[in-house]
């Protein structure tokens, strides 16, 4: 399968007010960005940890009306912090709200502080990936009983790169795989995963789209990420002035190569 090279920002929710955050959204629907991100957390990860953050369904259903073309979802929804049955529901809806352009980000979860502000149990790694790999099947199973139906096949992305665990979810039930980490680390992983789908036989490298974040220049890493497999990149802004200039520059090196 030969995909189109994809452009997504993640908006951080982080130290700003929810009309900068709407504005941001509009400003990068018009420069014609393919996806929006925002991220499942309560509180900032970066500058004033007790800054001002909003929480991640209740924007992407906001999102959802406000924009028109732009496919929406979290990178990524922390699978701790709802019942299976209700992120499927809540998946559902905001994929009618939104025409079908809900991207249904999911991972395992990993900020302690989240947890415990809001009393969870945190664990400890091997058991949230494996609650995130009981509760994959819980989503898909009350996804397909909803009504009405979703408009389409929500497209499931999950982050995370444990090679033994993480990625045999991936291979399993993804859609899209978001890995964190550099060129390398994606090459080495994505043939890791191609390993778990043959095992479970999907196949992964044709069904699975390699996502990953970036951080620089598209001339510094666009071709090498390309070439890594990786067709939906990820540019993270944060609040609360949300510079789009880094996006603009990736926007254009996706258009250059049509």
């Known amino acids: 399968m030969t995909r189109s090279v994809r452009i997504a920002v993640q908006l951080q929710p982080q130290h700003a007010e929810y009309s900068q955050i709407r504005d941001a959204v509009l ?3 018009d420069m014609g960005v393919d996806v929006i991100f925002n991220w499942d957390h309560f509180f900032p990860l970066y500058g004033d940890p007790e800054g001002k953050h ?17 496919e929406i979802g979290a990178l990524v929804t922390c699978n701790s912090y ?5 992120l499927a529901d809540m998946a559902r809806t905001v994929d009618h709200i939104s ?4 991207i249904l980000g999911i991972g395992a979860g990993w900020f302690e502080k989240d947890y415990d502000q809001f009393g969870y149990e945190f664990g400890t790694a091997g058991s949230r990936i494996a609650d ?10 009350r996804l397909a009983k909803g009504n009405p ?3 389409r096949e929500i497209p499931i992305m999950v982050g995370g790169g444990g090679e033994k665990k993480t990625l045999r979810i991936v ?6 795989w978001h890995s964190f980490g550099d060129i390398e680390t994606l090459t080495r992983k994505s043939g890791i995963l191609d390993e778990h789908g043959a095992e479970v036989g999907r196949d992964t490298a044709t069904l699975v789209e390699r996502s990953v974040g970036t951080h620089g220049s598209p001339e510094e890493s666009g071709d090498a990420l390309v070439a890594a497999g990786a067709t939906l990149l990820t540019i993270g802004v944060g609040g609360p002035d949300y510079d789009l200039s880094l996006l603009k520059e990736w926007i254009d090196w996706r258009d250059s190569r049509a």
């Open 27 to 29: 400003r990068a629907e």
């Open 54 to 70: 909003f929480e991640c369904w209740t924007m992407l259903g906001a999102w959802a009306e406000q924009t028109e073309r732009v």
């Open 82 to 86: 709802r019942n299976p049955e209700l």
């Open 99 to 102: 025409g079908g352009r809900l």
């Open 132 to 141: 995130l790999a009981a509760a994959l099947p819980r989503i898909k199973d």
């Open 149 to 151: 139906a979703p408009t």
């Open 171 to 176: 291979a399993e039930h993804a859609d899209i």
